[in-house]
């Protein structure tokens, strides 16, 4: 993740630095395979080498636990185009398909990132809005699209 956040920082909220400084059990702590964790991080991988990655936060407050939120999808460079992205995005669907009292999944995309906007829509996400200046970056802001997909069982 840190390598895709210093390549990538317009399209994520995190820096390179805040995430760097955190410990390791912060990194191993999303990497729960427990039924109930608050968030798992799924991994990608080819010939041995961890190549993408995503995440899904499942909320905890009662009257918000029927969402997941899809976060920090990030492919190497060296895996682009390789069917990475959705091979993650389908494993984390299925994830949140099988947590119970989960209906829908919800994530952020960089507005004019059309690749990535276009493998969620795919899958059935739908935009519904623009967060103007989302997030700050190197020389100005950059907005999020909201996007949902309603989990079918």
Do not use: C
Not at 3 to 15: E, I, K, L, M, V
Not at 31 to 42: H, I, T, Y
Not at 118 to 140: C, D, I, K, N, T
Request: aromatic share 12%; hydrophobic share 50%; no cysteine.
């Amino acid at each position: 993740m840190l390598d895709g956040y210093a390549r990538h920082p317009d399209a994520f909220t995190s820096s390179v630095g805040e995430r760097a400084a955190l410990p390791m059990s912060w990194w191993e702590a999303r990497l729960s395979v427990e039924p109930a964790a608050r968030e798992m991080v799924f991994g990608a991988f080819e010939g041995g080498a961890l190549a993408g990655v995503a995440g899904l936060s499942f909320e905890a407050r009662e009257k918000a636990r029927h969402k997941a939120d899809f976060f920090g999808m990030y492919v190497a460079p060296a895996f682009r185009k390789h069917g990475l992205g959705a091979r993650i995005v389908e494993a984390a669907l299925d994830v949140a398909r099988e947590r119970a009292g989960v209906r829908l999944v919800q994530l952020t995309v960089t507005e004019g990132n059309a690749s990535a906007q276009a493998l969620y829509e795919r899958f059935g996400f739908v935009s519904f809005g623009l967060e103007p200046m989302a997030v700050a970056v190197e020389g100005g802001f950059v907005s999020k699209v909201h996007m949902w997909l309603l989990l079918s069982r």
